[in-house]
């Protein structure tokens, strides 16, 4: 009876959260839509005006962030209904480590991870209660920490982190020297590095890649794997 009601809470704060999630979606996609319709007009001025290259180009550069704009409402969709299927982290078939900061960022928690971070803990996915019980800190801090930690293990937690949990860190960061390949990512719809699970980078000889060039992203993204993705069997 009581894991019933604790399901059907969790479900409730789900349908809470993705309503939220549905209002922001609802608001961007009007600004979308009026930016549209701007746009349309605007280029029927543009064509008038040939000569105005400079106007022209800055233009085109608005077109291209309206054509972002619609890719992350879609991603932001796809991401509602992964979260609508899980009720805790033994649900997920995999997930990505979580670094201690990214969670416990509050003030009064910073102590507490110092310490944890010092004794060789960098991720949340580490600890357990025996091991918050050994730190030497308050009792009041402890339970702090033992009730955060129940909260991230219930995926009680917000939507941002959800998704770094779910999709790993962005394609931006972890590539943020390689722009030109971010860019041909993000016009695929790729957004995180599970994005990239079953990505086949030798299709980047057609973008002009060479076999060397291929092989450096490819160790890049096999590096990150081995060091924060989780695999449950």
């Known amino acids: 009876m009581?894991?019933?009601?604790?399901?059907?809470?969790?479900?409730?704060e789900l349908a809470v959260e993705k309503e939220m999630l549905e209002i922001e979606i609802e608001r961007l996609q009007n600004e979308i839509r009026k930016k549209d319709g701007f746009l349309k007009c605007k280029n029927s001025l543009f064509i008038e005006k040939a000569n105005e290259k400079k106007q022209e180009k800055?233009?085109?550069?608005?077109?291209?962030?309206?054509?972002?704009?619609?890719?992350?409402?879609?991603?932001?969709?796809n991401y509602i209904k992964e979260g609508e299927k899980i009720i805790s982290i033994s649900d997920l078939k995999f997930n990505y480590l979580i670094k201690l900061e990214?969670?416990?960022?509050?003030?009064?928690?910073?102590k507490a991870v110092e310490i944890l971070e010092n004794n060789g803990h960098q991720f949340i996915q580490e600890l357990n209660e025996s091991i918050i019980d050994s730190l030497p800190v308050e009792d009041s801090l402890k339970i702090e920490l033992k009730k955060k930690l129940k909260k991230f293990k219930n995926l009680e937690i917000n939507w941002e982190l959800k998704t770094y949990l779910l999709k790993g860190e962005k394609l931006s960061k972890?590539?943020?020297?390689?722009?030109k390949f971010t860019n041909i990512l993000l016009n695929d719809g790729k957004e995180f590095m599970s994005d990239l699970n079953e990505y086949n980078f030798d299709n980047l000889i057609a973008n002009g890649y060479s076999t060397d060039k291929i092989e450096e992203l490819k160790n890049i993204y096999q590096d990150y794997t081995s060091k924060f993705k989780i695999e449950h069997i």
């Open 2 to 12: 009581l894991k019933k009601l604790f399901k059907s809470k969790r479900e409730s």
């Open 58 to 77: 800055n233009w085109q550069d608005i077109e291209e962030q309206l054509k972002k704009y619609y890719k992350e409402n879609n991603n932001l969709r």
């Open 102 to 110: 990214r969670y416990l960022f509050e003030t009064k928690l910073k």
């Open 174 to 179: 972890v590539y943020s020297k390689y722009r």
